[in-house]
């Protein structure tokens, strides 16, 4: 068995080659920047050098795909450096690229990463199945990404209907390995790491915060199951339990200081603009927002249950976050954006263009009953690089 993986360096990606493969398979790693490929666990892999936004990419990829039993596509830029390539391109168009090279290389089964951000916002504490519209947030750059993902998932498996196509929606994907990739996102460089977790510090977070987390492990072994099974359709990943403000200020600091959503969300706003520090407002606003997730089906149909509770999964990413822990790959061990006075640090994730509905028509909901092409199960189809 070929299996080629994109984005095979990022968080899944690297908890993928590290623990969802026991028998051996060929082995495709696609990565913009290659790692280290004697190190584990990319030296398990064949490494192609691709940026798949590239124009030019699609020819590239084909050949990388030519034989393959699946592509894994988790290649996708959540939050990148001002210097980094454009949001889009890496992600609409790479995705586009992708695709097209599954299609001509003859790839008969496809696996994507969406997320638990792609659906439209429900009631609160509303756990969501996989037939939930996947609309997205319109505010959020993120969100609204993989809305537009999800589409061009139902258009290709439309057009395609030999091709199996299966789509994971994990909520949030955390392990000690991504603890300075997400500090790189969520963090300013002048806030020592060595305080989280200690007893005094406040931690600033509002009321009513819900917040879903899963151990890429645990990804990574449904996404191996997919593939073992041929399984086709939407699959949501979460652990239980749901974590609150006060989980979270437990876990990262002393105390929770309770802060209104609009007071944080206009702060983030202005020191994201002065470059103080990196999360951008519309994160914010989808972590108030995203929809929690019933895991449901991919424990009744997969067989999956994850090993690690959030709680486990939460306190892990803490205790790497603080022992100032990177990744064995250039995406899991970021290097300091330069930083200057009054110019962002990250790409803006602001987006106000909203996702198109029919008119006259319900939303677009989260799959069928029937699955991808032809399937039994769903309609077909994170941190990444």
Same mark, same amino acid.
């Given at each position: 068995m070929k299996i080629v993986v994109t984005g095979a360096s990022g968080n899944v990606g690297t908890a993928l080659l590290r623990s969802a493969f026991p028998d051996g398979?060929? /082995?495709?790693?696609?990565?913009?920047?290659?790692?280290?490929?004697e190190r584990e666990p990319y030296d398990r892999a064949r490494w192609v050098a691709c940026d798949i936004g590239e124009p030019t990419a699609v020819a590239r990829l084909a050949e990388a795909f030519a034989g393959a039993d699946a592509v894994v596509h988790l290649a996708w830029a959540v939050h990148p450096h001002r210097t980094d390539p454009p949001l889009t391109r890496t992600n609409a168009d790479g995705t586009a690229n992708v695709l097209r090279a599954v299609a001509e290389a003859g790839v008969r089964h496809v696996v994507c990463a969406s997320s638990a951000a792609a659906y439209t916002p429900a009631p609160r504490w509303r756990?969501?199945?996989?037939?939930?519209?996947?609309?997205?947030?319109?505010?959020?750059?993120?969100?609204?990404?993989?809305?537009? /993902?999800?589409?061009?998932?139902?258009?290709?498996?439309?057009?395609?209907? %030999?091709?199996r196509v299966a789509r994971i929606r994990p909520c949030a994907v955390v392990q000690a390995d991504a603890a300075a990739e997400l500090g790189d996102w969520l963090f300013g460089r002048w806030l020592p790491r060595a305080v989280l977790g200690r007893? !005094?510090?406040?931690? +600033?977070?509002?009321?009513?915060?819900?917040?879903?987390?899963?151990?890429?492990?645990? %990804?990574?072994?449904?996404?191996?199951?997919?593939?073992?099974? !041929? =399984? !086709?359709?939407?699959?949501? /990943? =979460?652990?239980?339990?749901?974590?609150?403000?006060?989980?979270?200020?437990?876990?990262f600091g002393g105390f929770r200081l309770a802060v209104p959503h609009r007071v944080l969300t206009a702060g983030a706003g202005v020191s994201w603009r002065l470059g103080l520090q990196p999360l951008h407002p519309a994160w914010l606003r989808l972590a108030d927002r995203a929809c929690l997730l019933d895991a449901e089906r991919a424990g009744r149909e997969l067989g999956w249950r994850p090993r690690y509770d959030a709680s486990a999964a939460c306190a892990e990413l803490a205790a790497a976050m603080r022992?100032?822990?990177?990744? +064995?790959?250039?995406?899991?061990?970021?290097? +300091?954006? =330069?930083?200057?006075?009054?110019?962002?640090?990250?790409?803006?994730?602001?987006?106000?263009?909203?996702? +198109?509905?029919?008119? !006259?028509?319900?939303?677009?909901?989260?799959?069928?009953?029937?699955?991808?092409?032809?399937?039994?199960g769903g309609e077909g189809g994170e941190p990444l690089e």
């Open positions: 398979p060929e /082995l495709v790693g696609v990565a913009r920047r290659r790692p280290p490929h756990r969501v199945d996989e037939q939930w519209p996947c609309d997205g947030l319109p505010t959020s750059a993120y969100s609204r990404g993989k809305a537009q /993902l999800e589409a061009q998932l139902d258009e290709f498996a439309q057009r395609h209907p %030999v091709i007893r !005094g510090v406040p931690v +600033p977070l509002w009321n009513g915060l819900r917040l879903q987390l899963v151990h890429a492990e645990d %990804v990574a072994v449904a996404i191996g199951s997919i593939i073992e099974q !041929g =399984a !086709g359709g939407a699959f949501n /990943l =979460a652990a239980d339990p749901v974590l609150t403000a006060a989980d979270l200020a437990a876990t022992a100032r822990r990177a990744g +064995p790959s250039a995406p899991l061990a970021p290097q +300091p954006p =330069a930083l200057r006075v009054g110019r962002p640090t990250h790409q803006s994730q602001r987006s106000s263009t909203r996702v +198109p509905v029919a008119t !006259g028509a319900e939303p677009r909901t989260g799959g069928s009953a029937r699955g991808a092409g032809g399937a039994p």
